[in-house]
């Protein structure tokens, strides 16, 4: 079986094909152009599908709420105009013929990591990505847990700080206005007069230079404090953290140094590891997902 699979995020469509092994081959990334909206983005993954031959099932993750049984997008931010409401699967079943899947993608990432990663050999786990927000996805009792309206694992939009800085989603001190990767950028760059990206922040000339160590530690902190929260109020054995900047040592090595701490007795014995696949875990997780339709 050959499956395509796209992990779509604000920035970046990336994709490839994936075996009936579940090895990704053929792989891609391209610019999403988020701002050109929800139709132009399907008609890009519609042309993309539509290049390939021998295609059996098309597997799709993507940012924003869904629904993933009937493929729609139940809510997304107007960093893609007219994406809420989008009927993705509908939209590609009827254009190629295909059977599709479609999933949030940290659900995805979760699943990926739950079959193939860091969570296999686990029925219990949170997971936490970081990036220009903060996604969550809850892996219960074997399963994916969403909630009545397919919408849980919001931790992005926990309220951390009360009346707090204005949030994309409309609500003020949401936590991942302090504790995201683009949090942590704009908080450099507004005391560094050359703008910087998460990868430069982390390089050698930039890391320890003090005005920008003390802001990635106040920012690890405040990832803590969400993390915290989280813990307390699952109680999970295991939190897998996700997205590219948990590839900086520093990051997970200091919330692991710190978090313990701060944590009630009975609390500790939560295991915080950062994800075994990194960006293909989405793209597996759906694959799979996408595997099993009939």
């Known amino acids: ?30 610019p999403t152009e988020a701002q050109k909206g929800g139709q132009v983005l399907i008609n890009k993954i519609i042309s993309i599908i539509e290049s390939y031959d021998n295609i059996d099932r098309v597997a799709i993750s993507t940012t924003g709420q869904v629904d993933s049984e009937n493929g729609i997008v139940l809510y997304s931010t107007e960093s893609i105009p007219y994406y809420t409401g989008m009927m993705v699967k509908k939209i590609i079943e009827n254009k190629t013929g295909i059977l599709t899947h479609v999933e949030n993608d940290v659900n995805a990432f979760a699943l990926g990591e739950a079959e193939f990663g860091a969570g296999q050999g686990h029925n219990d786990f949170l997971a936490l990505t970081y990036g220009g927000g903060i996604g969550g996805a809850l892996f219960l009792n074997g399963k994916l847990y969403k909630g009545s309206s397919s ?11 009360v009346g707090g800085k204005q949030c994309d989603c409309g609500g003020e001190g949401c936590y991942e206005c302090y504790a995201s990767t683009n ?10 007069k050359n703008p910087l990206n998460a990868f430069e922040i982390f390089e050698k000339e930039n890391f320890e230079k003090p005005e920008i160590r003390t802001v990635i530690d106040k920012w690890i902190d405040e990832m803590i404090i969400g993390l915290i929260n989280i813990i307390y109020a699952f109680n999970p054995p295991l939190i897998i953290l996700g997205g590219g900047i948990m590839n900086e040592d520093y990051v997970i090595d200091l919330i692991d140094r710190k978090i313990y701490n701060m944590l009630m007795d009975n609390y ?13 875990a989405a793209l597996l997780g759906v694959a799979h997902k996408a595997f099993e339709l009939k």
């Open 1 to 30: 079986m050959r499956i395509i699979t796209f992990d779509i995020g604000y920035s970046t469509i990336k994709y490839a094909i994936c075996n009936e092994n579940f090895i990704l081959e053929d792989r891609h990334t391209i």
């Open 151 to 161: 919408s849980a694992g919001e931790f992005g939009h926990m309220v951390t700080h």
């Open 183 to 192: 949090a942590l950028i704009k908080a450099v760059n507004n005391r560094n």
């Open 268 to 280: 500790r014995s939560v295991n915080i590891v950062r994800s075994k696949l990194g960006n293909d």
